[in-house]
């Protein structure tokens, strides 16, 4: 597992890593400037948030034919993918259970990003609202 990114629970993540003696199972990238490589690479990206806005790293990884397993928040991730790549917030069962799924099925949660979210439905969207 590669985590990318930084923020105030890494200390946490990381000894629960030694806690687990996972440390050869788990990579703490950091913030990086490109994570375009990462994704593009990965099985599959999971969103695990609380709370989200338009969740684009979810478009993102998408846009590169990356599989995502994403928590169901109040807005975001439920108007990007289906219904079968979510869970609900807070239920780390209910998570674990669909990430396990996905390591053993990956190909049962690709999706193709909704036509509303391609470039040109943006742009016409954004132009009726200057005209």
């Known amino acids: 597992m590669v985590l990318v990114g930084q923020g105030p629970l890494k200390d946490e993540a990381v000894d629960l890593v030694k806690k687990l003696k996972i440390e050869n199972k788990v990579v703490f990238s950091g913030f990086q400037s490109n994570p375009y490589p ?5 099985k599959f990206m999971v969103l695990s948030s609380e709370f989200e806005g338009l969740g684009m790293v ?3 990884s998408l846009a590169l034919n990356t599989p995502v397993i994403s928590t169901d928040c109040n807005s975001g991730p ?3 993918l289906p219904k079968k790549n979510l869970t609900p917030v807070n239920d780390i069962r209910a998570l674990s259970i669909k990430i396990k799924d996905a390591v053993k099925n990956m190909d049962n949660y690709n999706c193709k990003i909704k036509e509303e979210f391609l470039l040109e439905n943006v742009i ?7 005209n």
Do not use: P, V
């Open 38 to 42: 990462y994704m593009k690479n990965a």
């Open 58 to 60: 979810i478009l993102e």
């Open 78 to 80: 439920g108007e990007i």
């Open 124 to 130: 016409k969207e954004y132009l009726k609202l200057i």
